[in-house]
């Protein structure tokens, strides 16, 4: 399996190569290459734990890898200034777990909040762009609450509008099926396609919910272990052999990636007298 | 016995590591401050949630500041027949010690524990890192605005405090104990001096005392653990460091100014 390919054969707006990264003596990434083509949506996945929400500040430069080099449109992340650096997060928008809405300002002023910040315009446009975001994701009636009022599924939409407030060239989406029920999934889902469809974004998406994911993904990798173990579209993944792809792809409980922590002897651990 | 030293060294680095992360901080605050100019407003909101909304404590604890000063100055007073100079005591007192370093202690307890909550708070939320995301620079946007109100802030509390405090003194000098009201005003008029009392102890120590406790603060907040206990711990580190910082400044700075 070609892992680095590029199966779209589209133009790659995000290049990974040799991604290393430790948190203390643990290595989170592995010297990992992989690349997002633009305007298609591209998913991680993988068992909780294993570095999804890492490698999206890595991509952001949120955080630096310990080796390695990660593009984004052509230029290295981790090497600009920090002026060109925050020119290029102007064009990259992200979607949090929890939604990361400020939390003193009202849903409209969270949306217009971007704005305000990188544009100077008439406060009549503001309202307008602010309301069309709304409208795409289906809360515009509701700009005048706070995000203490929202829920978990209204914060994500919200934080989806401020999202694309800018406009942005790609969306990296943290996990946004995690903890919601089934119809702010689908609407979450749909959301995601169709921004994706209408408005050319390209997007990112990390998640283990492999249902939906694959519904929705162009191109998915699987990321364990601090590599990547799979790749493919959603089609070829499903009919993938490798027991570990297959384990999470179908959601068994144990097999290459284990159900317990590693640790010593089950038998072992009851016999040992407490210190 | 080894490891009470390795254990001693590694707290020992901690603390220096963590000392030198503070600095580096306050560097990058300090070159973020110039930036506010072209957005005032920042800096004016906060100056209202850390200072207006302080000012019930302050001017609470400035009057029974000063009516205890009024009765215990009165009672010492009174033994040389000197309670006529009590508006001078209670002035001079709250002028250069009381007044900046009691509303300091209570600014940290009231306002440097809200700063740092909220940084904390808005760190275990993502908010900050969403900031990040949106080009938008977390201190330029969110702490500076907050140290600069803190600096602010703090003289003016003093004042404030140190003024309430003297009515107080007066209240009960004068008003309960039967001091001279002349004598009360004219002592205070004739002997406290706009350099030595004023701009030395609720001038300059309040801006020396704000900028430490929002430099505290705000620090504590944006390097909490990004958890409730994280946050909780940080906001404790603050109210015990900024009381040490303020108590320790003030023994320096009296010793600076007085002597």
């Known amino acids: ?275 | 016995m080894t490891d009470l030293l390795a254990g001693l060294g590694r707290r020992s680095l901690d603390f220096f590591e963590r000392l030198g992360r503070g600095h580096l901080f306050l560097l990058r605050v300090l070159a973020s401050v110039p930036g506010l100019v072209r957005r005032p407003g920042l800096v004016v909101k906060q100056v209202w949630s850390t200072g207006v909304q302080s000012l019930i404590i302050i001017v609470i604890s400035g009057a029974f500041v000063g009516m205890v000063l009024g009765l215990q100055g009165y009672n010492t007073l009174v033994t040389f027949g000197a309670e006529e100079s009590l508006g001078l005591v209670v002035a001079k007192s709250l002028l250069r010690e009381l007044g900046p370093v009691v509303s300091a202690l209570l600014f940290a307890g009231r306002a440097g524990t809200a700063l740092t909550a909220e940084i904390g708070f808005m760190k275990a939320t993502e908010q900050l890192s969403a900031m990040e995301m949106m080009a938008v620079d977390p201190l330029r946007r969110i702490v500076a605005p907050r140290f600069v109100a803190a600096i602010i802030a703090m003289p003016l509390l003093a004042a404030i405090f140190t003024a309430v405090g003297v009515l107080g003194g007066y209240f009960c000098g004068v008003g309960l104990l039967g001091v001279d009201d002349g004598s009360f005003w004219s002592q205070m008029q004739a002997k406290v001096l706009l350099m030595e009392d004023v701009v030395n102890g609720v001038v300059i120590k309040g801006v020396v005392f704000g900028a430490v406790i929002s430099w505290i603060a705000v620090f504590e907040g944006y390097d909490a653990v990004p958890t409730s206990e994280g946050v909780s711990a940080a906001t404790t580190r603050t109210v015990v460091h900024s009381s040490l910082a303020v108590l320790g400044l003030d023994f320096v700075l009296t010793g600076l100014m007085f002597n």
């Not at chain 1, 680095?4 to 133009?11: A, R």
């Not at chain 1, 777990?97 to 008439?122: I, Y």
């Not at chain 1, 027991?243 to 068994?252: A, D, I, K, Y």
């Open chain 1, 1 to 275: 399996m070609a892992i680095t390919s590029d199966p779209t054969q589209s133009e790659t707006l995000v290049r990974i190569r040799n991604l290393h990264f430790r948190r203390g003596r643990r290595a989170i990434f592995d010297g990992i290459d992989l690349d997002i083509p633009r305007g298609r949506i591209t998913a991680i996945l993988g068992p909780s734990g294993t570095g999804k929400t890492t490698l999206l500040r890595l991509i952001g430069a949120q955080i630096a890898p310990t080796q390695g080099t990660v593009e984004v449109d052509g230029r290295d992340v981790h090497r600009l200034p920090l002026d060109e650096l925050y020119e290029q997060r102007k064009r990259i928008g992200m979607l949090f777990q929890s939604g990361a809405l400020l939390t003193d300002l009202s849903l409209f002023e969270n949306v217009a909040f971007p704005l305000r910040e990188h544009m100077r315009l008439p406060e009549s446009m503001i309202r307008s762009l602010v309301l069309m975001k709304l409208e795409m994701v289906g809360l515009r009636g509701a700009r005048d609450l706070y995000p203490r009022e929202l829920s978990g599924g209204m914060a994500r939409r919200a934080a989806l509008a401020r999202a694309i407030a800018l406009d942005p060239m790609m969306i990296m989406y943290d996990e946004p099926f995690s903890g919601q029920d089934p119809i702010s999934m689908g609407i979450l889902v749909r959301l995601i396609k169709t921004l994706n469809d209408t408005l050319g974004i390209t997007s990112v998406l990390v998640s283990h919910d492999v249902a939906e994911t694959c519904t929705i993904a162009d191109y998915i990798y699987v990321l364990s272990g601090a590599k990547i173990v799979g790749a493919g579209t959603p089609q070829e993944l499903q009919a993938e052999h490798s027991p570990t792809v297959r384990q999470f792809m179908s959601g068994m409980p144990d097999g290459p990636l284990p159900f317990h922590y590693p640790g010593k002897a089950y038998l072992d651990d009851l016999l040992e007298a407490p210190r």
